[in-house]
């Protein structure tokens, strides 16, 4: 059930790409993911609406939530940050870069959730998963010699500097999630912590853009706003319940999400009509034949 689940998550990860990079097109960055941390706040209140008054509106429901103490609720902002951090710089880079870069380099995180699993939570690496990591370099090599055809050096870009902070700070995220979602009930995480970021990001585009508004990139509405809070939301919800599996490996689950490079990559080339899609296909052949050899060396 975990890896259905995983896949899900997976596919509507990549129209969840698909629906940022159009909102972000010509438009100011921090006033969309704050309308986005909005949308998804609105999204998952009745349940802690539910769950805090004791309405029992989703008793023995998907969407029951359990009320956290104040040790949970430390957790869950803790991973507010983490996770917001990672989109600040995830969201810049989208605007600056084509999506058909963004999306394998950010498919790269299963290879940091790896090690990092390796390190923490003690999983080895066998010679499929060792393969898979090479691959995953060797496509990151791929992609900088074909980006230079677009004019994006990876060594003296700061948007790539940004969407690599961002898959770090990602990786860092779905480690600590596997920690926590052994601990809290994933309904209560995932409401929660989508309202500190709403709070946190009030506060950030009160004090970084609302007072620069007329002198940096103007904002205007796009429907593609809401369709990012309600793809993410979906995908976090199938996400968070496939780590409540006992059986769930993060490394696995992390490699499959990154699957959504190709729904996102075939976006780029059908909606975006990015350039050099037969070069940046390739590279994105070495990372899915590196998911391909983590998910044969995880079994």
């Not at 929660?192 to 970021?197: A, D, K």
Request: aromatic share 12%; hydrophobic share 55%.
């Amino acid at each position: 059930m975990w890896l259905t689940l995983a896949f899900t998550s997976a596919a509507l990860l990549g129209l969840y790409d698909a629906a940022k990079k159009k909102a972000l097109t010509q438009n100011a960055v921090l006033p969309v993911l704050l309308l986005n941390t909005l949308f998804c706040s609105l999204i998952f209140l009745p349940a802690i609406l539910s769950a805090e008054c004791g309405l029992g509106w989703f008793d023995g429901t998907v969407l029951e939530a359990s009320r956290g103490t104040l040790q949970a609720h430390g957790l869950v902002i803790l991973k507010s940050v983490i996770v917001l951090t990672s989109w600040i710089f995830g969201y810049f880079a989208m605007k600056h870069l084509p999506i058909t870069i963004v999306g394998p380099i950010n498919a790269t995180r299963p290879v940091m959730v790896l090690v990092g699993a390796m390190l923490i939570f003690g999983e080895r690496l066998n010679a499929y998963q060792w393969i898979g990591v090479v691959l995953a370099v060797v496509s990151l090599l791929l992609l900088s010699r074909s980006s230079r055809r677009e004019g994006v050096d990876f060594t003296h870009n700061r948007w790539i500097l940004c969407i690599a902070l961002a898959a770090l700070t990602g990786a860092v995220s779905g480690l600590y999630d596997k920690y926590i979602m052994t601990r809290l009930d994933a309904v209560f995480v995932q409401s929660w912590y989508n309202l500190y970021q709403f709070l946190m990001m009030a506060v950030v585009v009160g004090v970084l853009w609302w007072p620069r508004r007329r002198h940096t990139t103007p904002f205007h509405w796009s429907w593609a706003i809401p369709l990012i809070s309600i793809f993410l939301s979906a995908a976090d919800f199938a996400y968070l319940f496939a780590l409540r599996d006992p059986e769930a490996m993060i490394s696995v689950v992390s490699m499959i999400r990154r699957g959504s490079v190709v729904v996102s990559f075939l976006c780029g080339a059908a909606l975006f009509h990015e350039r050099n899609l037969r070069s940046k296909a390739i590279d994105l052949a070495f990372v899915l034949a590196g998911m391909f050899f983590l998910w044969l060396g995880s079994r």
